[in-house]
Antibody, heavy 120, light 110 residues
Framework: QVPLQESGPGLVKPSQTLSLTCTVS??????????WSWIRQPAGKGLEWIGR???????TYNPSLKSRVTMSVDMSKSQFSLKLSSVTAADTAVYYC????????????WGQGTLVTVSS | QSVLTQPPSVSAAPGQKVTISCSGS????????VSWYQQLPGTAPKLLIY???KRPSGILDRFSGSKSGTSATLGITGLQTADEADYYC???????????FGGGTNLTVL
C-alpha cells in the first residue's frame, strides 16, 4: 500500500492560484521508478490528467493546462505539489494525486481526492 | 469530447458477463498500453487492469482486459451488484503528448 493524501484550500477565488499538496506516506516517493501525478474530475464528468513529476524534479504537463501549471517535489517531506494559476469556475473539480507507473501510463495508487471550488 | 470513446452505459443481469469497449487511434491505444479503472460513487478510481491485460495484486480474475489494434475491451464476468460503478479506460496519446481517458461507462447490474 502507498497511502496518498491531498491537502489544501477547498475554496479559491477566480483569477487566484490553486495550491494543493500530496503527502506520500512511508517515504515511498523517494524509492524511484514511478511518476507522481495530478488528475482532476469535475462533478459528474470524466477524468483529466493535469501532469506528472519525477523525484528529480522533471515534469510533464497536459498541453491544455501547461501555461498555468507548476509542479514541485519535496523529498524531505515526501510531498509533491500542484499550483494552478488564473483559475476560473471551469477549474472547479475534485483533484486527485496518484502514483503513475513508469512509462506504462497507469495509476495504481490514488489519494481520496479533494474538492476545490472556484468562486468569489 | 473525449479522445477515447466508451459507451455511456451498459447493463447486464447478476451472474452474467459484460464487456466495455474503448476506441481510440494509432496515436494512443494503437501504440501504447491501456489501463482500466473502476470508480464507485464518491470514491477515487481504482486500478483494475494495466499494460492492456495485467491485473494488480488483489484484483479478481473476474476482471480481464484485451487490446486489438486501436481498441481495448474490459470484460467482467460473474456480475455482482457491487460491480455497479463507472469504468474508465486510459492511455498515453503520443500526438497530444498527454495521458487521455475515455468518457467513462456506467455499469448497471439489473
Amino acid at each position: 500500500q502507498v497511502p496518498l493524501q491531498e491537502s489544501g484550500p477547498g475554496l479559491v477565488k477566480p483569477s487566484q492560484t490553486l495550491s494543493l499538496t500530496c503527502t506520500v506516506s512511508g517515504g515511498s516517493i523517494s524509492s524511484g521508478g514511478y511518476f507522481w501525478s495530478w488528475i482532476r474530475q469535475p462533478a459528474g464528468k470524466g477524468l483529466e490528467w493535469i501532469g506528472r513529476i519525477y523525484t528529480s524534479g522533471s515534469t510533464t504537463y497536459n498541453p491544455s493546462l501547461k501555461s498555468r501549471v507548476t509542479m514541485s517535489v519535496d523529498m524531505s517531506k515526501s510531498q509533491f505539489s500542484l499550483k494552478l494559476s488564473s483559475v476560473t469556475a471551469a477549474d472547479t473539480a475534485v483533484y486527485y494525486c496518484a502514483r503513475e507507473g513508469w512509462l506504462s501510463y497507469y495509476f495504481d495508487y490514488w489519494g481520496q481526492g479533494t474538492l476545490v471550488t472556484v468562486s468569489s | 469530447q473525449s479522445v477515447l470513446t466508451q459507451p455511456p452505459s451498459v447493463s447486464a443481469a447478476p451472474g452474467q458477463k459484460v464487456t466495455i469497449s474503448c476506441s481510440g487511434s494509432s496515436s494512443n491505444i494503437g501504440n501504447n498500453y491501456v489501463s482500466w479503472y473502476q470508480q464507485l460513487p464518491g470514491t477515487a478510481p481504482k486500478l483494475l487492469i494495466y499494460d492492456n491485460n495485467k491485473r494488480p495484486s488483489g484484483i479478481l480474475d473476474r476482471f480481464s482486459g484485451s487490446k486489438s489494434g486501436t481498441s481495448a475491451t474490459l470484460g467482467i464476468t460473474g456480475l455482482q451488484t457491487a460491480d455497479e460503478a463507472d469504468y474508465y479506460c486510459g492511455t498515453w496519446d503520443t500526438r497530444l503528448s498527454t495521458v487521455v481517458f475515455g468518457g467513462g461507462t456506467n455499469l448497471t447490474v439489473l
